[in-house]
């Protein structure tokens, strides 16, 4: 077998389109002529062969690009590229995506997206090895891949899918390595594992899987604590009919209004608008399929009236009131109908065991409920949630059902169907950050006590830990939780995930979270918090920042067409930075403040440099920086500003959801006593703005 490294530094292709290659064309409304040579510079940022190129006012029809891809990339006759879908969106931009192939054998993961406005050309990216030298091996059967996968996984119950040749890329010391390869679609339930495999077809070894089911994860280092038993699930009947308003008991968040569905003479949670269905996973056999979703004894959540009141089903109805909102929120926020964008069923499942036995293929009495996941694989599309038990121990967590961490599972969903985040390394580090930052998107659209914290609540006080994961404070997780993360882009508690870094397999020892996705996910998470929040302060690699907020509406607008317009299977954060440029540009325009604050927010987390920041005074700069706030912690809301601002400043106090306690003030050069009496404990920010410039300072009262 013949295996190329590759480092990129040129990119070219061929497009499968009957054009004739054409030196020059005439631009429609212009008189100039317009040349290859005039095309913008490819930029290439990573090995897996990431780019991308602004046309931003370049003017280039869309024609004469595509007549001339091959010139301006430089590839051979072996590189061919498919039209996979084209379609306009609601700005007028039309996306075509094209797949990669060499030699007629699909390359895994690349893909060529041209994004277009009126016949001209806005922005290219994606991905693409050009300088292929790879031998093409004979495949494997069927059979034989199956068999190598069995022996890996050593697991009952194992279903085998998508069986396909392609060319895949694979990470290594020295860079990547490309390929010729069987892969395989490979789930078992009964354990909930699922990997699409990739099998060298010379050697016959895995050279690759990627982790297709994602879980919300925990890896606590946990000491002797009392216990406390977190509720379970109840049983009962099947079928749908009329759907009825409800108010019923949550576990975390009080009574709420849900949809439920009358039936015989019963009402289940079942909101058929919506298509949303919640069971309770006690009695699952590890099966499942397509059709109806996972399988054995699946019982519905029935009750006489409509009100569900009772302790035992007070996870299950959380659950379904996070859906309810999950899926309005991507209705009203971003025009999705469900995960897949076309009203697809949703289905719960509570109190699932995360700990089925690989010998047996049967899952036991629950073994370990402390965590959740989303499942989409082999059509089987579910979300499936602890009741909280860790090593069959009650005490070290609820039930694993927050909205945040509902929302975060469902997000996954989406992020599945449209950028397909490769789950490992910084591309799965966005993966996470995306859910996260969704995931709290959601329960700020709740608006039942918002706040940027993963999973407040889930985790017993005892362990140290009041949630998993702090968006305004990634390093301020429990370690006893694996919830410290880097705020900082290689910075504190960032996880080392270079190219030798091997993912979490059944041959190696190494535990290392696939490399980083979950640590990692901090420093999308802080992106996302300051440039909805703001903030200012100095970053692990010293460079001060000033962000001033966009408001997380905003911010959500931009995270979302960064993800699903221009993000890639093996997109890193150097792209997620590139392409949420791109996206502020396309939502807001190009001489924009939400575009200057998108580039402030990733120098803040060490990526990029920071935007002029609208020309701010030095001496302003200074001075919010020197600004003092004391008592601190302050008593019955009483505390002093100190100022040496000589302009004009104000000041507001906001809780750290967001939600605006204090309507500005005016801020005086000097002493400013501030009256904060029936402000509740916590811990809050002062947000001072002096001629367009903002600073945050914490306050905490008592």
Not at 155 to 181: M, N, P, R, W
Not at 282 to 293: D, L, P, R, V, Y
Not at 607 to 624: F, H, P, Q, S
Request: charged share 15%; net charge neutral; hydrophobic share 35%.
């Amino acid at each position: 077998m013949k295996k190329t490294t590759t480092f990129i530094k040129a990119l070219a292709f061929t497009l499968s389109v009957g054009f004739a290659p054409l030196a020059i064309v005439h631009a429609q409304d212009k008189k100039t002529e317009i040349s290859v040579k005039d095309l913008p510079r490819i930029s290439t940022s990573s090995a897996m062969g990431n780019f991308y190129a602004s046309f931003n006012g370049q003017n280039i029809p869309t024609e004469f690009l595509m007549t001339n891809l091959k010139k301006w990339l430089g590839t051979d006759s072996n590189h061919t590229f498919e039209l996979v879908n084209a379609k306009t969106d609601e700005l007028g931009i039309k996306h075509s995506v094209f797949q990669h192939y060499y030699k007629n054998i699909k390359v895994a993961d690349e893909l060529v997206l041209v994004h277009e406005r009126n016949g001209k050309v806005t922005y290219v990216n994606g991905e693409l090895t050009a300088n292929i030298n790879l031998a093409i091996q004979n495949p494997l059967t069927q059979a034989e891949v199956e068999n190598i996968v069995n022996g890996d996984l050593r697991s009952k119950g194992v279903t085998f899918a998508d069986f396909e040749q392609v060319i895949t890329k694979v990470y290594t010391a020295k860079g990547v390595d490309l390929h010729s390869v069987s892969q395989i679609d490979v789930l078992s339930l009964n354990t909930l594992q699922g990997y699409m495999y990739y099998v060298d077809n010379g050697t016959k070894q895995i050279v690759k899987k990627l982790e297709k089911i994602h879980h919300h994860n925990i890896s606590p280092v946990i000491n002797n604590i009392s216990a406390v038993k977190p509720s379970a699930g109840i049983t009962s009947a099947v079928s749908p009919l009329l759907d009825t308003s409800s108010t019923s008991a949550t576990y975390y968040k009080g009574n709420q209004q849900i949809t439920v569905d009358s039936y015989n003479g019963s009402f289940r949670l079942k909101d058929n608008a919506r298509n949303i269905h919640t069971l309770d996973g006690t009695g699952w056999n590890g099966s499942g399929n397509a059709a109806t979703g996972l399988t054995g004894t699946i019982n519905e959540y029935t009750n006489s009236t409509a009100d569900y009141t009772a302790t035992a089903t007070k996870p299950a109805v959380e659950v379904h009131w996070a859906m309810k909102n999950a899926h309005d929120y991507y209705v009203d926020r971003h025009s999705r109908n469900s995960y897949d964008g076309n009203g697809s069923i949703i289905r719960n499942y509570y109190n699932i065991n995360f700990n089925g036995n690989p010998t047996t293929g049967v899952p036991q009495a629950p073994i370990s409920g402390n965590n959740a996941a989303a499942i989409d694989q082999q059509g089987i599309v579910a979300m499936v949630y602890g009741s909280g038990l860790y090593q069959g121990q009650a005490g070290y967590f609820g039930p694993v059902v927050g909205i945040d961490v509902a929302g975060h599972e469902y997000s996954h969903l989406m992020v599945s169907r449209t950028a397909n985040l490769a789950y490992q390394r910084e591309s799965g580090a966005l993966n996470e950050s995306f859910a996260d930052m969704f995931g709290t998107a959601i329960e700020f659209y709740s608006n039942v006590n918002p706040n940027w914290t993963i999973a407040e609540g889930i985790p017993n006080a005892g362990l140290g830990a009041t949630y998993f994961r702090n968006m305004a404070n990634p390093n301020g997780g429990a370690a006893q939780i694996g919830g410290q993360q880097p705020d900082t882009y290689q910075g504190t508690y960032w996880m080392d995930a270079s190219n030798s870094c091997i993912p979490n397999n059944s041959n190696t020892s190494a535990n290392n979270d696939n490399c980083g996705v979950h640590k990692n996910s901090g420093v999308g998470n802080y992106w996302f918090y300051l440039l909805s929040q703001g903030g200012s302060g100095t970053n692990d690699k010293g460079t001060a920042y000033n962000v001033t907020g966009i408001t997380i509406q905003k911010a959500e607008k931009i995270a979302f067409r960064t993800l699903t317009t221009y993000l890639t299977a093996n997109s890193a954060y150097i792209n997620a930075y590139e392409q949420s440029k791109q996206a502020a540009i396309d939502l807001y325009g190009i001489n924009s403040n939400e575009l200057q604050q998108v580039e402030n927010a990733w120098c803040a987390v060490g990526i990029g440099n920071c935007a002029d920041l609208l020309a701010v005074n030095e001496t302003i700069k200074a001075d919010l920086q020197n600004i003092k706030i004391y008592p601190n912690p302050a008593v019955n809301g009483q505390f002093t500003i100190e100022s040496t601002i000589k302009g004009q400043a104000d000041y507001e106090i906001y809780d750290l959801s967001g939600k605006l306690i204090k309507s500005a003030e005016k801020l005086e050069k000097g002493i400013n006593k501030v009256n904060g009496s029936g402000i509740q404990s916590g811990v809050y920010l002062v947000k001072i703005n002096a001629d367009g410039n903002v600073v945050s300072k914490k306050i905490v009262v008592k």
